[in-house]
């Protein structure tokens, strides 16, 4: 709930591939525990362009993926995008350098929040 910044009305997309733990607590147990919706979109290769496209097109409002995801999305220079009900950004497992932080801020007006996310110590 508070480090996901989740409630009963948010739409949740982790983006993290099932072989990892972070997709179980980012896109099951931390959503539903709060009552968040939990959005699914098949993508069978990493594109910046589907990320920007979908996190417009859609209502979501509680994104989390990668670091290295986030480099590539201020990278594609997501500013032509409006994200008009994303209000929560996630990231965990490895640092996030402050040039994306910085980036990601100027392009999309919103924060990235980095979490404490290494796979074997998830349950602490």
């Not at 990892?20 to 919706?37: D, E, H, T």
């Not at 990278?75 to 996030?96: I, P, R």
């Amino acid at each position: 709930r508070y480090c996901m910044n989740l409630s009963p009305s948010d739409i949740m997309w982790n983006t993290s591939d099932t072989g990892w733990v972070k997709s179980v607590w980012g896109s099951l147990f931390a959503p539903w525990i709060c009552g968040s919706c939990v959005f699914v979109h098949n993508m069978p290769q990493f594109k910046p362009e589907v990320i920007a496209k979908t996190l417009s097109r859609y209502p979501i409002t509680t994104f989390c993926t990668a670091p290295t995801a986030f480099r590539m999305l201020v990278q594609h220079d997501v500013s032509s995008y409006k994200f008009m009900s994303l209000k929560h950004c996630v990231t965990g497992g490895e640092a996030l350098n402050p040039e994306v932080f910085a980036k990601w801020k100027i392009q999309t007006g919103l924060d990235i929040h980095e979490a404490y996310g290494q796979t074997e110590t998830v349950c602490l």
